[in-house]
C-alpha cells in the first residue's frame, strides 16, 4: 500500500512536468491560466458590465464572489472528468507496469490538488490587490480543499467504473457535468435559486462548497458546523463506496480494457 502511493506521487510529478512539455511557456501555464481566468472575469464583469453588487463595500465584489468557487469547479469537473477516462487513457501503462489501477487514478488526483492550491493562493493574492481583507478564517480552505478533492476523487473512481461496460458515459459525462455548472450558483448568485427551485441547492453536493468559498472570500465566514457535517458525510459516502465498488469490479475491468 505504501509502495503504491509512493509510485502515485511520482507518476504525479511527472504528470505535472510532462503536461506542457513542448510549449513555449512551459511550467509557467500553472500560473498564467488561473491568473488569466482571474483577469478575464474580473475585467469583464467588474469594469466592462460596471456591475458592482450590494454585498460587499467593493468594486470588485462580483469576482471576489465568482473567482473561488468558479476555481473549485474547474478542479472538480476536470478531476470527475480524467478520472472517468482514466482506465482508456492509462491501457498501456495498465499492461506494462503491474501496479494497481488506483495508482494512477491517485496520481491524477494528487496533480490536481496542487493545481487547486496554486490557483487558491493567486485568488487570494488577487483579493490582497482589491483590498479585501484576507483573515485567519482563509484557513478553512485547506480542509475544504481536500474533503472536495476527496468528494471528486471517490465520484470520479465510480463513474469510471462503470464507464468501460457504458461507454455512452464518456460522452455523457462531460455534459452533465455542464448541466451540473449552470445549476450550481458560481457565476449567479443563489438567492435566485431560493425561493424558485431550493431543491438545486439542498441536493447539489457541489453547493455546499462553492457557498463555503464564497463566504470565506467575501466576509471570512467560517463554514457552519451543519455544512462541515453534511460536506464530511458526502465525501466519507463517496469514498466509501467508490472502494467497495473498485474491490468488485476492478478484476472484471482488466479483462474488457
Do not use: C
Not at 23 to 46: A, D, E, R
Not at 131 to 159: A, K, R
Request: glycine residues 2%; hydrophobic residues 55%; positive net charge.
Amino acid at each position: 500500500m505504501k509502495h503504491n502511493i509512493l509510485l502515485a506521487f511520482s507518476f504525479a510529478k511527472r504528470d505535472f512536468k510532462e503536461r506542457y512539455v513542448g510549449t513555449g511557456l512551459g511550467q509557467l501555464w500553472y500560473i498564467l491560466s488561473p491568473v488569466i481566468t482571474i483577469l478575464i472575469y474580473t475585467v469583464i464583469f467588474s469594469d466592462f458590465m460596471k456591475m458592482k453588487l450590494a454585498i460587499i463595500d467593493n468594486s470588485y465584489a462580483y469576482s471576489i464572489h465568482l473567482i473561488p468557487a468558479l476555481l473549485a469547479w474547474t478542479t472538480f469537473s476536470t478531476v470527475i472528468m480524467r478520472l472517468n477516462t482514466s482506465f482508456f487513457e492509462k491501457t498501456n501503462l495498465i499492461k506494462k507496469i503491474n501496479v494497481p489501477m488506483y495508482t494512477f487514478q491517485l496520481s491524477i488526483v494528487l496533480t490536481e490538488l496542487f493545481l487547486f492550491f496554486i490557483s487558491m493562493v493567486l485568488a487570494i493574492i488577487f483579493l490582497i490587490i482589491v483590498h479585501q481583507p484576507v483573515t485567519i478564517t482563509f484557513l478553512w480552505l485547506i480542509p475544504l480543499m481536500i474533503l472536495q478533492t476527496l468528494f471528486s476523487l471517490g465520484l470520479g473512481v465510480i463513474l469510471s467504473l462503470f464507464t468501460p461496460f457504458f461507454k455512452d458515459l464518456k460522452e455523457a459525462i462531460p455534459i452533465i457535468i455542464q448541466l451540473w455548472f449552470w445549476m450550481t450558483p458560481i457565476i449567479y448568485m443563489k438567492e435566485m435559486l431560493t425561493n424558485k427551485y431550493p431543491a438545486l441547492l439542498t441536493y447539489n453536493p457541489f453547493f455546499y462548497f462553492a457557498d463555503s468559498y464564497q463566504d470565506i472570500f467575501l466576509y471570512s465566514k467560517a463554514p457552519s458546523l451543519k455544512t462541515l457535517i453534511t460536506i464530511s458525510i458526502l465525501t466519507i459516502i463517496s469514498i466509501f463506496l467508490a472502494g467497495f465498488l473498485y474491490k468488485k469490479m476492478i478484476g472484471t475491468i482488466k479483462d474488457i480494457i
